[in-house]
């Protein structure tokens, strides 16, 4: 009992940050953040016994963003962004503004819909792990995705990366 | 990746800089975990084999609730007050938070401001509910998703008990709930206080689930298919869509049904229905968000063919939508169970 609290204890440690990490990409709040990351780790560990130690952390994962997703009421730290300005990007050096913008923007999403970005940008899963992860099909994933992007390019400058991005599939062909 | 997803990942991973460090966070696991390993959980089966029960035909429908149904979403800005005048203390239902994860509500509890006149327990089975009080028992059946909905019904009652034959309305007046550290709060649907539970300790060892991925024992529930999982090509059903009859969107299958099965969602947050041969009943709650969640009563059980299993429908149903004017029922697998269309 003694060796697997305290190994539960170096996966908290080392793992910990990480989950946070994890979990303010998916929240933007880190009251809910650490909220979210606590109580998966406290789920988890009533089966930490169960679960093959190289895959405690997916297990944890896996419990932060059903519990993310799931979420109906929950306190807030109160972090809210504000409302998405209308920025004029004009070259690289504007890149913190535009980060700064898709930042508020994902804040916009349906919890799901930020999930999937998360899973698939910050996290690097396939389609199908995502799916898995969210109990959903590949196709609803990759649904999500476009509805999230929809969002992202009603903002003019997303939108003239959508419209380069476009052109510059059109000359590779 | 193109320039937008580049973007987009790039600016989640520069944010990792404003993540929580951490630091509290090993001292708040270890806190919370020691709790957890003190609290006491009684034996599945510990009541059942004292319970004499008697099947009835109809679900016990409480004498609150009548008016129609406020979706939980909404709760969050209803002023809050305590269901009753018991001396039971409890934290105000607004500070707490709702949901959880429903496994954690599984084992025995002490029923207080609740006005029970005499010493009640309640113990949460993973597929039932037994109210036990000195004069006998009741069992009934329960379900809860992550987020905090919950529903309660009964479907049996005890011969010697005085008003044995009704539900108690502080459980079937509950449609959500919450954890206070060790405790759990029945929330009724303005966000009072229906119920403080107690853990009752014992000195029965820890019954954890033994599976790491199954929060709940509804037939089908999952983490994480509540509500949301309402497919993008279904428009969520908000409770007051599902007043209402329905019927079967597909023929029966030949056969000896006495009647067309059907379904009808009642502004009390009870159903009925029938399988065709055999009257059901139950109780249900849903949210905006498409959640829907019911239990299933007692029942007669005339045998003929060409049933529709009415009442296993809204018993393992996670979520409901529309597809135009068809509801679907989804189960926690995220699949239909059943398309139904209004009679």
Redo the contacts between chains.
Sequence with gaps: MGDSAAS??DF??MR??A???F???LT?D?GL???L???A???????AG??AVGRLES?VR??I???Y???????SSGEIPGPVPDLVVTDETD?LA??DL??RV?AEL???QRAV??LR??EGLPDAEVAT?????DG?VR??AA?A?VV??RHPQ?AD??K??ALQDREIR | MNELEQLLRDTLVAREQDAPDGRRLLGDVRARTTRQQHRGWPAVGLVAAATVTVIVVAVQVPGVGDETRRPLAAQSSAPTSTASSSTATGPDPAAVSVGGDPADIIGEWRVTGANETEPTTLTFHEDRVTIQRSCGSQDGSWRASPSGLFVASTASWHPECEGGETAPSWLTAADSFAFDGRNVLLLGRDGSRTALLLPVETETAALDDPSPTTSHGGEGTKPGIFGDSVPVTLEPASPERLIGRWVPLEDAPPGQALNRPFVQFMTNNTWTGSDGCNSQAGRWTATDAGELLGTQGGQTLIACEGLRPIGQWVATAVAAGFDDEVLVLLNGDGREVVRLQRA
């Design positions: 539960y204890d908290v440690v910990g940050p989950l946070l990490r979990a303010y990409a933007g880190k953040a650490e909220d990351v606590q109580d780790l406290v789920k988890a560990h009533r089966h169960e679960v297990y896996r419990i963003v059903n519990s997703v799931s979420w109906r009421r929950r306190r890149m535009q980060r898709v930042w994902l349906p919890r799901r970005l998360v940008y910050y992860l969210l109990g959903c099909a609803t649904s999500l509805r992007f992202l390019r997303f990366m959508a380069q991005q």
